[in-house]
């Protein structure tokens, strides 16, 4: 029997059949994945075929998912506490759209890039929405404002919205329908209060922002497709750092768009942009083609080999 995992909530999966069943799942033993040291071997969004036993009852105890067919794409992050193991947010993805806030809690600029640069490895377009624009003072709004054109100047779709006010947000519904979007981003930024705007029906529970810390809550404590305009969104529980994975430094060049455009007129096809003379990014680092929060980003992200360096303080 084949189906679609559309909740994870640790040790159980639900699996939506295709004759359109909802059965909870086990998987059996040590589910290992093509060499993946993933802390979820199956995830939301995966296609998967379950057994279940001869005498399934109503419990439906003992359906075991046994099969993972092979994934289109993911989004995968180093896992918090073991760092040498992966966790994968979703499988199977149309799109990814990362919530960021200016304040409340603030989100910031590296977290964004690492989030981007890991999407960019698995050929994953970004949406990136900037919630909470109701609270923003003068100067807030002015900062949101430079950072969606410097978003915008790379190459990616930026929104900017309130939703708990509702302001903007109708305006992603094109954006959303008919398509699998991962939906992304800090505890607290505002993802439950969306999810609700655009579903009502998900009834989704939502809590206030620590003023002693500015830091958000977790609300979501495991990932789920929620349906939406023919389309699913896959809520993802909040994450404070995002630690890439099996992303080799050479390869990073090319997972910063901006980046590899200067990078093809250096001198030195093996330039790390770091120190080399004839270096195109640098030059363009200096005459600011290149935004110097993006150029750190990815020097953090050239150091990640070295334990614990992805964590955010």
């Not at 995966?46 to 036993?53: F, S």
């Amino acid at each position: 029997m084949k189906g679609l995992v559309i909740r994870n909530t640790g040790s159980w999966y639900t699996v939506l059949t295709d004759d359109g069943q909802l059965i909870d799942c086990k998987i059996k033993g040590n589910f290992r994945l093509k060499g993946i040291r993933s802390t979820n071997p199956v995830a939301v969004g995966d296609r998967v075929t379950i057994t279940p036993p001869p005498n399934l009852g109503e419990g439906r105890e003992g359906v075991f998912i046994t099969e993972i067919e092979d994934r289109r794409n993911y989004i995968i992050r180093k896992s918090q506490n073991l760092s040498k193991q992966s966790h994968i947010l979703a499988a199977n993805v149309d799109q990814a759209s990362l919530v960021v806030t200016v304040n409340y809690p603030q989100t910031s600029t590296t977290f964004i890039d690492r989030f981007l640069a890991s999407a960019e490895a698995y050929r994953v377009p970004v949406v990136l929405i900037f919630n909470k624009t109701d609270l923003l003072d003068a100067d807030e709004l002015r900062y949101q404002q430079m950072m969606v054109q410097l978003y915008e100047t790379v190459g990616y779709t930026c929104r900017q919205i309130s939703a708990a006010t509702g302001d903007g947000v109708e305006a992603l519904r094109p954006l959303l329908e008919g398509r699998i979007t991962l939906l992304s981003g800090n505890s607290g930024v505002g993802k439950s209060t969306l999810i609700n705007q655009l579903v009502p029906d998900a009834n989704l529970r939502t809590a206030e922002i620590s003023d002693a810390h500015n830091l958000g809550q977790h609300t979501t404590t495991f990932s789920e497709m929620i349906p939406m305009g023919g389309g699913w969104i896959i809520d993802t529980p909040g994450i404070k750092g995002f630690g890439t994975f099996d992303i080799e430094p050479e390869e990073l060049t090319g997972y910063f768009p901006e980046i590899f455009r200067f990078s093809k007129d250096c001198r030195f096809s093996n330039c790390t942009h770091t120190h080399e003379p004839g270096c195109a990014v640098l030059k363009a680092l200096e005459d600011h083609y290149i935004a110097q929060s993006r150029y750190q980003s990815y020097l953090s992200m050239m150091d990640d080999k070295e334990e614990g360096k992805y964590r955010e303080k």
